[in-house]
């Protein structure tokens, strides 16, 4: 005699078919969130390296047109005040240049590139630039920028590159006081840890190929 109340037993739980689908369902929401997340790890990477890329970019550029259009400016070139074309050291550097970056008044610039502290224990590459103009005593005064080319380097390195015709074989030096070099080389190195790096920068200069003063552009030099 049976009791209402009882159960049969294949009436309880889970079957073992159910079991297993229920299993697979899991291991594939599973699969697929970790897929889901090393993918987004992944975008934020490449997002990052790009952030950390483009500001080096830039000022890679701004140096090799800088560099590249150095002028050896005398005294008749810029009213009447001595400009040397180059002068500097492996830390910093000071130039005459007739390269304007975009939106800037066309003309010479006296630049000096080098690290600046910045409170924070290391130091950013700066670039401070004078804007010259022909009667200088009689213009208005020049404006002068200041640009932040890299934030937090821990060092900068300038080289300089001259031919010796006769006079001994060429090499580069870590100082340069008149004249101009045929190449310069720029290298930056990063704090510790830091993931960002810097491919060493060698410009040519396209005058000290020339002789005597090239005049720039839209800039009266007589």
């Known amino acids: 005699m049976t009791h209402p109340t009882d159960v049969r037993s294949g009436e309880a739980g889970f079957t073992l078919i159910e079991m297993l689908v229920s299993l697979a369902i899991l291991a594939l929401i599973s699969v697929t969130l970790v897929q889901m997340i090393y993918g987004a790890r992944r975008v934020l990477s490449f997002v990052d390296r790009a952030n950390a890329v ?7 550029n701004y140096l090799h047109d800088a560099l590249v259009d150095l002028q050896p400016i005398d005294t008749a070139a810029v009213g009447n005040r ?37 409170g924070r224990g ?24 200041r640009s932040k080319l890299v934030e937090n380097i821990a060092s900068v390195n300038f080289s300089y590159f001259a031919k010796r015709d006769g006079e001994g ?35 040519a200069v396209a005058a000290a190929a020339t002789y005597g003063v090239r005049c720039p552009n839209r800039v009266n030099c007589d």
């Not at 483009?54 to 890679?60: D, E, K, R, V």
């Not at 630039?129 to 920028?145: C, K, S, V």
């Open 54 to 60: 483009a500001p080096i970019m830039s000022a890679q």
């Open 82 to 118: 001595t400009v040397p074309g180059v002068q500097g050291d492996s830390n910093r550097i000071a130039f005459t240049t007739s390269y304007a970056p975009r939106g800037a008044y066309q003309g010479l610039y006296r630049v000096s590139i080098g690290p600046s502290p910045n």
């Open 122 to 145: 290391s130091f950013d590459l700066v670039a401070e630039q004078e804007l010259f103009r022909p009667n200088a005593g009689e213009a208005a005064p020049a404006p002068r920028l």
């Open 169 to 203: 074989e060429s090499h580069w030096q870590s100082d340069w006081t008149s004249g101009l070099p045929d190449m310069i080389s720029v290298d930056v190195a990063f704090p510790k840890n830091d993931v960002r790096r810097w491919e060493r920068l060698t410009v």
